[in-house]
């Protein structure tokens, strides 16, 4: 790949990584480090495998010290059609929330683990709040058998609010399990122009899953 790429922790990068063979897969890099070979150090990049198992590829790289940016055969920035692809699979979430770089946002799925109300271990919620960002004050509101609202407000940013039920208030985030996995979920935008009767446009998204057991605080 000849893309300079860079070290910081927290970069969406490409990685070419032996997986049943050798596939290009999304990557998330954890930083540089010393390596045990003289004048080398190594930059870590943690990637997903098919089988949803998440591992820490080692790239050795030239130099004496780590730099801000480096060239990598194996490892670059993805082009826009491959970082759309990947965002819209929500596999860049997915590395983020497990290397603790992210933690649940608007629009998130919640699945229950147990029954509620008239919800039953298993069903998904969702996670009200803006997209790509946490709720504020570090708790949100979970609504199941949802009808889910998903469009852009004036300021650009995208709204998520659900109605349906049963629903929490205020659940703290901290409460919530990461899973690994992902769902597709049914949401709705208005049209172009002015909302109305009739102008609801239906689509799917696929975000992060979240597990919640009721009554048990982390």
Same mark, same amino acid.
């Given at each position: 790949m000849s893309d300079l790429v860079p070290t910081a922790p927290g970069t969406r990068v490409s990685a070419l990584v032996y997986d049943a063979g050798t596939v290009l897969t999304p990557g998330v890099v954890l930083g540089p480090q010393p390596s045990r070979r003289a004048g080398r150090f190594v930059l870590r990049v943690l990637v997903r495998r098919r089988s949803g198992e998440f591992h820490i590829e080692e790239y050795l790289v030239p130099g004496w010290a780590p730099a801000a940016r480096i060239h990598h055969d194996y490892v670059g920035v993805p082009g826009d059609e491959l970082r759309q692809t990947w965002e819209g699979l929500a596999l860049w979430d997915l590395l983020e929330i497990e290397a603790g !770089?992210?933690?649940?946002?608007?629009?998130?799925?919640?699945? !229950?683990?147990?029954?509620?109300?008239?919800?039953?271990?298993?069903?998904?919620?969702? !996670?009200?709040?803006?997209?790509?960002?946490?709720?504020?004050?570090?708790?949100?509101?979970?609504?199941?058998?949802?009808?889910?609202?998903?469009?852009?407000?004036?300021?650009?940013?995208? !709204?998520?609010?659900?109605?349906?039920?049963?629903g929490s208030i205020t659940t703290p985030l901290s409460d919530l399990a990461k899973t690994g996995q992902t769902a597709t979920l049914p949401v709705w935008r208005w049209q172009p122009g002015a909302p109305g009767s009739g102008r609801g446009q239906e689509y799917t998204v696929t975000v992060p899953v979240w597990d919640w057991t009721p009554g048990v605080s982390s």
């Open positions: !770089l992210r933690g649940p946002h608007g629009g998130d799925a919640v699945r !229950l683990t147990t029954a509620w109300y008239e919800a039953n271990a298993g069903d998904i919620g969702v !996670l009200d709040g803006f997209v790509g960002q946490p709720p504020p004050r570090g708790q949100g509101r979970i609504t199941f058998n949802a009808s889910t609202f998903r469009g852009p407000t004036r300021r650009g940013r995208i !709204l998520v609010q659900a109605s349906g039920g049963p």
